[in-house]
């Protein structure tokens, strides 16, 4: 359903290929009336590191994406991030959004928070998306962000019933703080559950080196030495290069856990799901509809919108008919969202 012309227009510019657009003051961007009427072209989505195709972050908004225009019957373009780019290329992608009149525009991850800051202030009458990031305090920028701590408490509780090693993994792609909030939750549900069990912890890169997130033979050779190790049951938070993480799990028939999309329902994957126990899931796709939503509907959100265990906006999935049939698991997993969202359990944020 994407804008094929839009997305020609965009081609050089908006796929950081070039650097040569120059910015402007001028709000072509506005898509309001004084009757609240959408005359915007749709939404237009930047993809983070690794983009579509990642089975994890980056198809969780693509989701979100193609239900708001399916729903809304509006267009859209989704373009993607190139290696090695710099802030100046995602900032020439979101002006270029802008102009051609796409609302809202969002950007997919934390990468994009200065570009989000500065084009949004040259668009005023554009609403803008920030996923994971909370720092752009203008007033038409809504900071779509998570709970994964509490996500991830939950898949340190279902690690904790599954292992039979008493040692499970957690991968790290990035070791940045918005990864530390997975970490923190995994070590704190497995250890609340078994104070006995070890938890190794590993990071793929340090920034500002990001491929962490985007290559999958870094997922696979960590995975490889933490099950060398004695894990039997892994966790990764890592993007595009977590599949390399579940491949090396289940080549050795052990447990694998999935991170923002539900991974055990992805075909890329399919050949490894009988390992694929359960995925934090992050409701990103469903954070890209509630904002186009609100722009439709002529009430934009901005500010801080949070996306907790008791919203919906992060959980743990059961596709997998082995976690069902895990009576335990399953009983400690519900007992422990119960008591998150009653308040009785707080979640660390850092480890």
Not at 13 to 25: Q, V
Not at 332 to 349: H, L, M, Q, S, Y
Request: one cysteine or more.
């Amino acid at each position: 359903m994407a804008v094929a012309v839009s997305a020609l227009a965009l081609a050089a510019s908006a796929c950081g290929k070039t650097s040569t657009e120059a910015n402007t003051d001028d709000d072509k961007g506005s898509d309001k009336s004084s009757s609240g009427t959408y005359k915007g072209k749709g939404i237009g989505l930047a993809y983070d590191i690794g983009g579509q195709g990642d089975q994890s972050f980056n198809d969780a908004a693509h989701a979100g994406y193609e239900k708001a225009m399916k729903e809304f019957k509006i267009g859209g373009t989704d373009v993607e991030p190139s290696d090695g780019e710099s802030d100046a290329d995602k900032v020439q992608r979101l002006t270029a959004l802008a102009k051609q009149g796409y609302n809202p525009v969002i950007g997919v991850g934390f990468v994009y928070a200065k570009a989000v800051g500065e084009v949004s202030k040259k668009f005023p009458n554009t609403t803008f998306g920030m996923i994971d990031d909370n720092t752009i305090k203008e007033p038409n920028v809504a900071s779509l962000v998570f709970s994964e701590e509490q996500g991830s408490y939950l898949a340190g509780v279902a690690a904790a019933k599954a292992t039979k090693t008493k040692t499970v993994g957690f991968i790290g792609g990035v070791e940045i703080p918005l990864i530390k909030k997975f970490e923190a939750g995994f070590i704190q549900g497995v250890q609340d559950t078994d104070k006995s069990i070890k938890v190794k912890s590993q990071y793929l890169t340090q920034p500002p080196n990001f491929d962490g997130f985007s290559k999958p033979d870094l997922g696979r050779e960590a995975a490889k030495g933490q099950l060398d190790e004695g894990a039997d049951v892994i966790y990764h938070a890592a993007g595009l290069a977590g599949q390399g993480s579940i491949e090396a799990v289940a080549a050795e028939k052990k447990w694998a856990i999935g991170v923002d999309s539900d991974q055990y329902l992805q075909e890329p994957l399919a050949k490894h799901k009988a390992y694929i126990l359960t995925s934090m899931t992050k409701d990103v796709g469903g954070a890209v509809y509630a904002l186009t939503k609100s722009v439709i509907e002529g009430k934009p959100l901005t500010g801080e919108q949070r996306f907790d265990l008791k919203a919906g906006g992060v959980g743990l999935s059961d596709s997998n008919p082995a976690y069902k049939g895990m009576a335990d698991l399953v009983a400690a997993v519900d007992k422990a969202r119960k008591g998150i969202e009653d308040g009785t359990i707080t979640v660390k944020t850092t480890p």
